[in-house]
């Protein structure tokens, strides 16, 4: 089962704006070990990117994965992209419904594709 992890020190906008993702249809789980590092299960990113962009806005995670993106190759980057961050993401194939993944990583801290 997939978690989705949040900053422990939110503050009022930022927690308001992860509750109102969270009532968008996604799920919310608290870590106290990763400060940086968020993950939503988004079932469906596209439909709900505003409330995606307000919350990134306000928590502004280092590294953000999500999984069950349900994008596809007729979605494109310029759809997904958020200023400041690199958008990496593998989707499942049109012919399935559900699945793929993203991981948005800061564009500070330089994020590179390794292929092996």
């Keep these: 089962m997939a978690e989705i992890f949040v900053h422990e020190d939110l503050t009022s906008r ?7 993702l969270t009532s968008a249809g996604t799920k ?4 106290p070990t990763r400060e940086g590092f968020d993950h939503v299960n988004a079932r469906s990113l596209l439909n709900k990117f505003d409330e995606f962009q307000s919350w990134i806005a306000a928590v502004k995670p280092d590294i953000v994965g999500i999984t069950e993106t349900w994008a596809n190759k007729n979605i494109r980057d310029s759809e997904l992209s958020l200023t400041g961050y690199d958008l990496f993401r593998k989707d499942r194939p049109v012919d399935r419904e559900g699945g793929g993944v993203m991981l948005y990583v800061n564009s500070d ?8």
């Design 14 to 20: 930022q927690r308001q704006a992860r509750n109102k």
């Design 28 to 31: 919310s789980k608290t870590s």
């Design 109 to 116: 801290l330089q994020a590179v594709t390794s292929r092996q």
